[in-house]
């Protein structure tokens, strides 16, 4: 399968073919979903904390005696019953929400995403993005450009707009496309599929070296 290649201009260059190995995979949606619920445990740092009837501040003393006073039978102010007691069931900060996720799952997941945005026509490549310096108002006039191809006019949305991968770490490239809320950029080598899920279109630099990293991943 072939796709087209444009410049930061907005200009059709050249075209590349597509490994079937990385674009040309089947939809799985419990791959898709494992890897990725699995990935966001794995990120999740449980802040929240509730104290048990044992860990609340108060008098171990029984409030009345258990008969003759024709009030309900309590043993403690600490009970979740009352005011200022425990937390019955609430949430616990030492809770571990990790998850294990073989190489294997998580390389095949993002080339089914890979996959499947491809088919959807929301991956552009672009020969190369290029800001000679840490210019924001560059920046916005490349995606502008971009914006105009034909399918990609989502890419002045105002949220997760794209996620731009980059075939190395430029410095001035980085700090151009910082400040937009709705896009983010990276490394091609660092892809994984929580950063394509979270936004609709990905932009890939230099395709005919990203791909190469990308196939990569394979052999590892």
Known sequence: MDSKIYN????????IKLPGDVFGLKWNETLVHQVAV????NLRTPVAHTKNRGEVAGTGKK???Q???GRARHGSRRSPLWVGGGVTHGPRNEKDYSRKVNKKMKVKALFTILSRKNKEGEILFVDSLIVPGPKTREAKTIISSLSKIKGFGGLTRNRNAAYLALENKKIPTLKSFQNFGNL?????RNLNPLDILKYKYLIVENPEKSLGLLSAKLSK
């Open 184 to 188: 983010e950029v990276g490394e091609v």
């Open 63 to 65: 409030p009345w005696k």
């Open 8 to 15: 930061q201009t907005g200009k059709e260059v050249g075209t």
């Open 67 to 69: 008969k003759g006073t």
């Open 38 to 41: 699995s990935m966001m445990g």
